[in-house]
């Protein structure tokens, strides 16, 4: 089975969205449970046909989350087929991780999203047919590496705005150059 349709109930209980009723973001045909596996075709919402320009949600910056992702190899790739649900999943996301007052536990949910594909085959063949990069290795460069996925988040490299650029460290020092 496709995991991206599997719905973890623990997980939905304690996301953002765990007071909808399914027909709060889905047809009425969603009502009845099992749900019709025909179902899966119906269109989906983005976070910005509930969020945008509500001053409520203006803390999340979704206007420049969406900019950024527009921006990324993943929009530039997939195109309208990679939408937000492809990693912040609609039935666990958590804004609280976001805001945690504990940088490590923050940092591993949101590194925890970028990993669920990219540090496992598997998932990422969903996506794409190009082989996934090993990420340890396109990692080398930081000294202590193991700390570097424990502190530092995918985004703060891996976004179009980010003042750390992945590409700036994407070169091989003078010793490895022989």
Partial sequence: MN???VIDSADFYISNHRTFACTDCHSPDYEEFPHDGSLRMEP??????????????AEFRFEDIVNDFENSVHAERHGEVFTCWM???PHSYRTDARTSESV???????????LTCHAYMDMYQYLSDDENPIILSSHDWPPKKEGHFAKVRCIECHSSNS?????LYNFQSIEQQG
């Fill in 3 to 5: 995991p991206f349709r």
């Fill in 104 to 114: 490590v536990n923050t940092v591993a949910y949101s590194n925890g999203i970028c």
């Fill in 163 to 167: 003042l750390l650029m992945a590409s």
């Fill in 87 to 89: 990693c912040h999943k």
């Fill in 44 to 57: 989906k919402y983005t976070c910005m046909d509930c969020y945008e320009d509500d001053e409520n949600f």
